[in-house]
């Protein structure tokens, strides 16, 4: 089945270290977007990439870092000049086309203590 | 620009109750309209997507949105509550032209009640 790979699923680190979050999709989409979930905040854009080797700012990007070095893979990396990383993140994938929907990961709940 | 609100933070029903759970955009341009269906810890699930074919729109699991463009609004309704419909519904606007942009609502949490 086609889809798209978040691991692991709760990742725990102590503050001051980087860690890095896993997402791969299968549905050969070109666009990956990364999402920070908070209660109550609804989903916040962190870093799309439109293609492969290109990314793009989104709008809580301060902190956080990507790559995209191959179509089916997009990597989140968590600095620690993130204030505030404990979240759930959220990674999706779009095909091609204005009205094509976003596809969800089942997420990454990151617990910094 | 973009936005999009959705009216109610928290909705209760009982089980086999009808289900109105509201959204209303601004958008610039022709928007599409998407309702997305998050249960805990899990990610989200696209239940129906408003693309300008038809005002009225099916979805999985017995859910339906209508577009009113003359109120800007898009809300999703369902005949009757199951229990299994508890989760967070996500009301996802985008325009035209600006395939990268997409603006989510804040989220409304169902209650569904015996």
């Known amino acids: 089945d086609g889809g798209i790979t978040q691991s692991p699923k709760y990742l725990f680190r102590k503050e001051g270290q980087n860690v890095t979050l896993s997402c791969e999709q299968n549905l050969n989409h070109d666009a990956m977007y990364w999402y920070r979930q908070d209660p109550g905040q609804g989903l916040r854009l962190i870093y799309y990439s439109q293609i492969v080797n290109d990314f793009q700012k989104g709008d809580i990007a301060e902190g956080y870092s990507v790559s995209r070095e191959k179509k089916e893979s997009f990597p989140l990396t968590v600095t620690s000049a993130q204030k505030n990383p404990t979240a759930f993140y959220l990674c999706a994938s779009r095909g091609t086309g204005e009205n094509s929907p976003l596809h969800f990961g089942n997420g990454t709940r990151l617990t910094v203590t | 620009a973009q936005s999009v609100t959705q009216l109610d933070s928290h909705v209760s029903v009982s089980e086999g109750t009808p289900v109105l759970l509201r959204c209303n955009y601004s958008?610039?341009?022709?928007?599409?309209l998407f309702w997305y269906v998050q249960h805990p810890n899990k990610g989200l699930q696209l239940l129906l997507k408003y693309t300008s074919a038809a005002t009225l729109v099916k979805g999985i699991n017995g859910f339906e949105a209508e577009f009113k463009k003359s109120e800007t609004s898009f809300h999703l309704t369902k005949p009757s509550a199951h229990m299994s419909d508890a989760a967070e519904y996500f009301c996802v606007v985008t325009n035209t032209g600006t395939a990268s942009k997409l603006t989510f609502g804040t989220g409304t949490r169902l209650q569904v009640t015996l």
């Open positions: 958008s610039s341009y022709s928007p599409s």
